[in-house]
Nanobody, 120 residues
Framework: QVQLVESGGGLVQPGGSLRLSCAASGSIFTINAMGWYRQAPGKQRELVAAIPSGGMTNYADSVKGRFTISRDNAKNTVYLQMNSLKPEDTAVYYC??????????????WGQGTQVTVSS
């Protein structure tokens, strides 16, 4: 069993900051790519940021320069620092991890989602 638990969402005023965390636990050998997605009401889920195990980070154009993704491999955790938040950043944010299990198979896992609301 593998579980991803997210934290850090909430209500913030425009221009404010939030930091999301997502920790994986369970039968994990290693974790390849980690990422954050978001889904606003009436819209499709979209990639916000991704960080592979050993390569360059990748960001949606709409968040470049404002959001920073990072990971702590020792803690099996991915973070998303969100600065200069805008109302259009309002969405449910989901973490995603490509996890290699103890017998070598890789599976895709999702967090439960955390609401981020940017409003005055």
């Amino acid at each position: 069993q593998v579980q991803l638990v997210e934290s850090g969402g909430g209500l913030v005023q425009p221009g404010g900051s939030l930091r999301l965390s997502c920790a994986a636990s369970g039968s994990i050998f290693t974790i390849n790519a980690m990422g954050w997605y978001r889904q606003a009401p009436g819209k499709q889920r979209e990639l916000v940021a991704a960080i592979p195990s050993g390569g360059m980070t990748n960001y949606a154009d709409s968040v470049k320069g404002r959001f920073t993704i990072s990971r702590d491999n020792a803690k099996n955790t991915v973070y998303l620092q969100m600065n200069s938040l805008k109302p259009e950043d309002t969405a449910v944010y989901y973490c995603n991890m490509a996890i290699v299990r103890m017998y070598g198979e890789t599976y895709d896992y999702w967090g439960q989602g955390t609401q981020v609301t940017v409003s005055s």
